[in-house]
């Protein structure tokens, strides 16, 4: 008798940790999900990274997801389960977006599985919303979502967008179906990475008091992410390791303004420009 409790005991640990956070490892969580975690095991939501192209579709398989939604820049790439591609920023989620979001979460088939690039910041926030929407979460549990997954103080917007969402009702959720996230040439690319550039070269010349900056830094490591896609440049060796290269440091500008490092911060932005400066003028005109 006591054998069996005691097996009772273990397969309920298993079962409780496998959707709950407290033992990520049981599920796959190191085996190609970043930073995957469960909602709530009742509401089949999880939300964690980009799905590692080796690993990953085996763990989505375990925790038998049937539906996608990628809140990332980037456009997904293959896969047999249903997906939605709704690319959202650092800065915060409109209203929009937000019945968008209630809409998908209220109709894909579930489990459902959230992600963006690194899946603390925009996954979490995308599914907080979206189930705040759907009156299944207040906004308080959201935020203790965004809490729970890490997600970045530094990014008011997104803990703006889920202090302030509500419930929306069935006739007020705005249908999507992923066909409005189309994909723009490299030059209009180009220009929004130009765009979001000159903010933070502003944000560097008043002593990155800005507190948008660390928000705008990781936009641009998402464009020249999606930019580095979009041209037939990318079959170039110098013009891949270039845009690379400003990806790197773009990436390392966005974790030194996240820590709020103003020295480092200006050393990797002059750095960006000067790559960026070396790609223009090979490949610019």
């Known amino acids: 008798m006591r054998n069996m409790h005691r097996l009772f005991i273990i397969l309920l640990t298993v079962l409780l940790c496998g959707c709950d956070g407290s033992d990520p490892s049981t599920v796959g969580a190191a085996d190609g999900l970043p930073n995957l975690q469960c909602v709530d095991p009742d509401m089949q939501v999880w939300v964690g990274g980009l799905p590692h192209p080796g690993l990953g579709p085996s763990t989505l398989e375990r925790l038998g997801i049937r539906s996608v939604i990628v809140v990332d ?11 939605v591609h709704l690319p959202l920023k650092y800065s915060g989620i409109d209203a929009l977006e937000a019945s968008h979001l209630t809409y998908l ?8 599985y959230i992600h963006c690039h690194h899946g603390t910041n925009r996954a979490p926030a995308a599914a907080a919303i979206g189930l705040i929407g759907t009156g299944e979460l207040t906004a308080e549990q959201g935020l203790r979502l965004l809490d729970r997954s890490g997600t970045n103080p530094s990014f008011d917007g997104l803990f703006e967008a889920v202090r302030t969402a509500t419930p929306i009702p ?45 928000a705008d830094a990781a936009e641009l490591v998402d464009l020249l992410r999606v930019s580095l896609d979009r ?37 990797e932005m002059n750095s960006l420009a000067a790559t960026c400066s070396a790609c223009h003028k090979r490949f610019r005109n």
């Open 73 to 83: 820049a980037p456009p997904p790439v293959g896969g047999t389960r249903a997906t």
């Open 170 to 214: 069935d006739d007020r959720r705005e249908p999507y179906d992923g066909s409005d996230a189309t994909v723009d040439d490299f030059a209009l690319s180009m220009s929004d990475v130009d765009e979001v550039f000159a903010r933070l070269e502003g944000a560097s010349e008043r002593g990155w008091t800005d507190p948008q900056s660390p």
């Open 231 to 267: 041209t037939s440049l990318n079959e170039d060796l110098l013009f891949r390791r270039l845009s690379e290269g400003s990806i790197e440091r773009a990436t390392a500008l966005e974790d030194a303004l996240v820590r709020g490092d103003r020295t480092e911060s200006l050393r």
């Open 105 to 112: 979460l209220a109709t894909m088939e579930r489990p459902i």
